[in-house]
């Protein structure tokens, strides 16, 4: 199968987004708490809707954009997932890369199918800088598969 490592990237990418989610907000009760201090100010949890995209922009709730949002994600993990299938000289990384943003991507669709918005709870503040931003497990997935798609890119860079 040569796309078996995109499929795992993509499965497993997927299933731990939407476990940390469930763990987060619904067992440890943030949606109910709002906040948790875990290792204050480096990572704490505070409970967000996000009904845009990365930290809300063009975010407003409606109805219409939700669905384009889901459209518009799921094109570019299908065109994501035949490129890296009909291309045969695509390394591990490569695949892998891939399948984090499509399991990343997908993540965040279930949850706008689930719930109308995405649940974000990752804060991140540091040295005396206060991030006001939330965000989740998927979006690390896809930043990481995004950079890995740039980082396995594999065609040989010509001289200047």
């Not at 796309?3 to 939407?18: E, T």
């Not at 594999?154 to 200047?160: D, I, L, N």
Request: glycine letters at 12%.
């Amino acid at each position: 199968m040569a796309a078996r490592w995109m499929i795992w990237g993509a499965a497993l990418s997927f299933l731990a987004d939407q476990a940390s989610k469930y763990f987060v907000i619904h067992w440890m009760g943030l949606d109910q708490r709002h906040r948790i201090d875990v290792l204050p100010p480096f990572l704490n949890f505070r409970y967000g809707e996000n009904t845009g995209i990365n930290f809300g922009l063009f975010g407003g709730g409606d109805e219409a954009a939700r669905w384009i949002l889901i459209a518009l994600s799921a094109v570019i993990c299908v065109i994501l997932a035949v490129w890296v299938c009909r291309g045969q000289d695509k390394s591990r990384g490569m695949q892998l890369s891939a399948g984090l943003v499509i399991g990343g991507a997908l993540g965040n669709v279930a949850d706008r199918l689930l719930y109308g918005y995405v649940l974000d709870f990752l804060n991140t503040s540091c040295c005396g800088i206060q991030n006001p931003f939330v965000f989740n497990v998927a979006d690390i997935f896809i930043f990481a598969g995004a950079a890995g798609l740039i980082f396995f890119d594999g065609r040989s860079k010509k001289p200047a």
